[in-house]
């Protein structure tokens, strides 16, 4: 499999207890919305903390930076990570491009 992404779209998401279901669904709705309507988009995983079942880590890769800022410029992109978000009680994301592959 090769991946010739350059850049990364990251979450750190903290849902709140009881909200896990709800969440991963939500989640999943908002990347297969992203993977039909948004060029440039490579694929998308959410990991689960095995130490924190309530923590999460997500990460989309991107073409380039201008495909992943196209993305979140869309009026869905806020309703959709809105949604994600309302169900967590912290959630931080950060954008990244690379650095080095091995």
């Not at 709140?16 to 991963?24: K, Y």
């Not at 991107?62 to 994600?84: T, V």
Request: proline share 3%; with cysteine.
């Amino acid at each position: 499999m090769t991946d010739d992404s350059t850049t990364w779209a990251s979450g750190d998401w903290q849902v709140t207890e009881g909200d896990i279901d709800e969440f991963v669904a939500r989640w999943r709705a908002f990347l297969e919305w992203t993977k039909a309507d948004s060029d440039g988009f490579g694929h998308a995983r959410l990991l689960r903390d095995l130490n924190r079942p309530g923590h999460f880590v997500s990460f989309s890769a991107w073409r380039d930076p201008a495909a992943m800022k196209a993305w979140q410029s869309k009026p869905e992109f806020a309703e959709h990570f809105g949604a994600c978000r309302a169900l967590c009680e912290d959630m931080t994301s950060s954008g990244y491009e690379l650095a080095v592959g091995v």
